[in-house]
């Protein structure tokens, strides 16, 4: 791609973004509603989501673009994205290939849980 | 309640918390899975909330503890909570009372769609 996809001016403006410049993204399962994880996009993540509908965040850790799966194969086509009453969060439905995260498990919330179901009020 | 929760050693230890103290908590309707809303955690709000089993969150515009529901009564009976991989995001599963958007909308995420499902690939 040569261009870069420029995010609509009405929309920048409803962004709340945090001092780094970015929007909390729920990356959710379009059809089980599994939720799969949790990345922050910036303007330009955004607007090549939408474009392209291929999932693009912000990495934090490698301060770089990255397209989910350019990788490990593990691409998320974008059904659908939603942005939530303050502003900040997105919420994006996905069809996930694969394991959503970086250690295999499905979803990046599958190891370890704090609190169980089975005790439940 | 006269005396605080204290987060357990051990998990406290695990979480990768913002530079303010916080950790994302992403929360979910248990049985629908629909994601409701996105709020944040200070130690003293995960102690709470796993104690408690009400869904009490760290408000960053009030700055103080916020019990979701206090007020409106559309609190957030807790079933299960889960930490993801990187230890700075919760999934919280709830069963909601009324609306969880301060709008009146069952969900943050209903009012503004940005990418509908209708043109998916």
Redesign the interface.
């Given at each position: 791609m040569t261009t870069v996809p420029v995010l609509d001016p009405e929309?920048a403006a409803r962004l709340k973004r945090t001092p780094d410049g970015l929007v909390?993204a729920?990356v959710?399962q379009?059809d089980?509603?599994?939720?799969l994880?949790?990345a922050w996009m910036s303007d330009e993540a955004l607007a090549r989501t939408?474009t392209t509908?291929e999932a693009t965040y912000w990495s934090r850790s490698r301060q770089e673009l990255w397209i989910k799966g350019a990788t490990s194969g593990h691409t998320q086509?974008?059904?659908?994205?939603?942005?939530?009453?303050?502003g900040d969060?997105?919420?994006v439905?996905v069809d996930q290939q694969g394991a959503a995260?970086?250690?295999g498990?499905r979803t990046?919330?599958?190891?370890?849980?704090?609190?169980?179901?089975d005790v439940?009020?």
């Open positions: 929309l909390c729920v959710q379009y089980t509603r599994e939720v994880m949790v939408l509908r086509a974008v059904h659908e994205v939603r942005l939530d009453c303050d969060t997105l919420l439905l995260c970086h250690t498990d990046c919330f599958d190891a370890d849980v704090l609190l169980g179901a439940a009020r």
